[in-house]
């Protein structure tokens, strides 16, 4: 059974910081396509940032251009968002999937797993 399990959410303040982790369990996330996601109260759940299976390829929305970062760590078959600048926009549940693919996809339904959720509340 492949669960995803994302981590780091929390309270920080307009400006703050935080760092996301997405780990698995049941299947590795090395060499397939990690996006994050973000799904905001009576919003739809939209794409934040992916990378690609080899760690090569990033892409972003524009509204988190510059201020965040995904990366890979396959010593430790996790993927990373790396928040900073946060504003009380960003505010949402934060998602990880993976693909079983090494491309990466802005598409959610191109995603076959899909961890919990953490929550990230950025405060005025």
């Known amino acids: 059974q492949v669960q995803l399990v994302e981590s780091g959410g929390g309270l920080v303040q307009d400006g703050g910081s935080l760092r996301l982790s997405c780990t698995a369990s049941g299947r590795t996330l090395n060499g397939y396509a990690v996006g994050w996601f973000r799904q905001a109260p009576g919003k739809a759940r939209e794409f934040v940032a992916t990378v690609s299976g080899s760690g090569g390829t990033t892409h972003y929305a524009d509204s988190v251009k510059g201020r965040f970062t995904i990366s890979r760590d396959a010593a430790n078959n996790a993927v990373y968002l790396e928040m900073s600048s946060l504003k009380p926009d960003d505010t949402a549940v934060y998602y990880c999937?993976?693909?079983?693919?090494?491309?990466?996809?802005?598409?959610?339904?191109?995603?076959?797993?899909w961890g919990q959720g953490t929550q990230v509340t950025v405060s005025s």
């Open positions: 999937a993976s693909r079983t693919l090494w491309i990466s996809s802005l598409h959610a339904d191109t995603y076959d797993y």
